[in-house]
């Protein structure tokens, strides 16, 4: 999330207020988070979170939240994690464009990496909640079926990292907001993890690797690592 209240104009605002010193140079590619429904008078909705739809998306964006996004060595498969706000149309129509471009790109051998906003695994209470649960029960097995190495989360507000059945699993730290203090949960697959810390993550894909340094609001390198994504 971007910003704590969705329908708050003025938060929208002060963050692009901010952020236009490097928009020019680098695009914003960002997954639904539950703070864009915030404000909503039905939360429950089916349909977009209009300051989201407004900023975030591209003129005729799949309506779930649901997207595919070519860059020149890979591409970026945009999940919707929040299935509680969806219809039980999207949620099968999701889950049907999901398998199909992942049966597409492993066929063709294009390295593919998953990004959303809730984590199938964290440290976090959230790794209690129903929502993840359905991640790891009915998510996290097509991910491994079609060989995707790589999967981008939020959400939880501390940098974390976790590897399972050859998948890491990787939560942005906090760039701006309150950075958590302890952990809560158990998370048996972490490698590693940063409490109160802000961070900032930089990837790289060429040949079918991936690069990614992560470094804290010191510039100190706090995670690195190199992967193939076929």
Known sequence: ???????????????????????????????????????????????????????????????????????????????????????????????????????????????????????????SFFQLSPSTAILRHQLVPILEKYGV????????????RSVRNGINYVIAGPAGGKPEKRAVAHNPYRVVYKLNTWTFSRYKVSDGIAKMETYDQDGTMIDHMEISLL
């Open 1 to 123: 999330d971007i910003v704590d209240w969705g329908t708050d104009g003025e938060m929208w605002k002060s963050f692009f207020d901010v952020a236009k010193v490097y928009l020019d140079k680098m695009p914003i590619i960002a997954a639904i988070g539950n703070h864009y429904y915030y404000g909503r008078k039905t939360f429950f909705s089916a349909t977009m979170p209009e300051n989201f739809k407004k900023f975030l998306r591209w003129e005729g964006a799949n309506e779930s939240g649901f997207g595919v996004i070519s860059f020149p060595t890979f591409k970026l498969i945009l999940f919707n994690s929040m299935l509680y706000t969806m219809s039980k149309k999207q949620i099968n129509e999701q889950w049907r464009l999901l398998i199909s471009n992942l049966q597409e790109f492993k066929k063709n051998k294009i390295p593919v990496i998953i990004s959303m906003h809730y984590p199938p695994y964290s440290s």
């Open 149 to 160: 190495k790589l999967v981008l989360a939020g959400h939880t507000h501390v940098y974390e």
